[in-house]
């Protein structure tokens, strides 16, 4: 009974989560009439030009090839600078370490909107308005303090044996950061850049902050003026959401084992 218990409980929430994207999918294939008339059943018949009016559109593959090199573009950056730190935080005695960690961890505290006056105007001395840059440096510093946190936490669970016998190899400290530490660490290096990527796609307000021109609009920015375009047009708005999902979906479908195998990893370690 407690697992028939569970299995409902799953089914349900399931319903509620899938629901949702069924219910999206199928009425891109209507007209906003059939929306109208029949909400929730088949459509009758079944309009494709909704979608094809969206795929072939260069302003959604502008914006999907935006959001793509933004967030590869911010994950590098992110994961190279606080693997560095992280490194150092881990395997390094020095004085006012902790000071220093603390100072990032504080970072957490505190939400993008809570800076975006004083970030508007740091970009707009820097003339990093309506550029990537002024979307990827904000977004990559961000995501340090939690980059760094996971990170550090893996790093300190690596044997210091292991670190001895590569020094006694010959192997610098850079070396072994390189060559032993980085590829052990794949799981979480994973693990934090899935989730650096799924925060760079959903990002609204940096890019909407940044953005004027539609040449650097992202997928969020996107649905928001092809919702204003179509107002009336329902059933098109919602072809345009469900294509908009599909690369996060399919992107996420991919990372997902990574991701739940470097929080398991990280947990076991730990």
Not at 50 to 76: C, D, E, H, K, P
Not at 156 to 161: G, N, Q, S, V, Y
Not at 240 to 267: H, N
């Amino acid at each position: 009974m407690r697992r028939l218990s569970q299995h409902a409980i799953l089914w349900v929430v399931g319903i509620f989560v899938v629901g949702p994207l069924i219910y999206g999918v199928i009425s891109g294939f209507k007209s906003t009439a059939q929306l109208s008339g029949n909400m929730f059943g088949l459509p009758s018949p079944w309009v494709t030009s909704n979608y094809t009016a969206v795929l072939g559109s260069a302003g959604f593959w502008r914006q999907i090839f935006s959001s793509t090199l933004i967030a590869v573009a911010t994950t590098i950056i992110a994961v190279g600078v606080s693997a560095l730190a992280a490194f150092v935080f881990a395997r390094f005695a020095f004085r006012g370490r902790e000071v220093v960690f603390t100072l990032f961890t504080i970072g957490l505290m505190f939400p993008f909107a809570v800076a975006i006056l004083p970030l508007f105007v740091l970009l707009r001395s820097f003339d990093l308005l309506d550029n990537p840059l002024g979307v990827i440096l904000p977004q990559a510093a961000f995501a340090l303090p939690l980059t760094i946190i996971v990170l550090r936490g893996f790093f300190r669970t690596i044997p210091a044996e292991l670190e001895e016998a590569a020094i006694i190899d010959g192997c610098s400290a850079f070396g072994f950061f390189w060559r032993v530490l980085l590829p052990m660490a794949r799981p979480a290096l994973g693990t934090v850049s899935v989730l650096a990527i799924v925060t760079s796609w959903n990002n609204y307000l940096l890019p909407l902050l940044v953005f004027n021109e539609p040449k650097w609009w992202t997928i969020p920015l996107g649905v928001q003026q092809f919702q204003g375009q179509y107002a009336a047009d329902t059933a098109r708005i919602l072809a345009y959401v469900v294509a908009a999902m599909v690369p996060a979906l399919a992107f996420y479908s991919v990372a997902e084992r990574q991701l739940i195998g470097g929080l398991t990893a990280g947990a076991t370690k730990g």
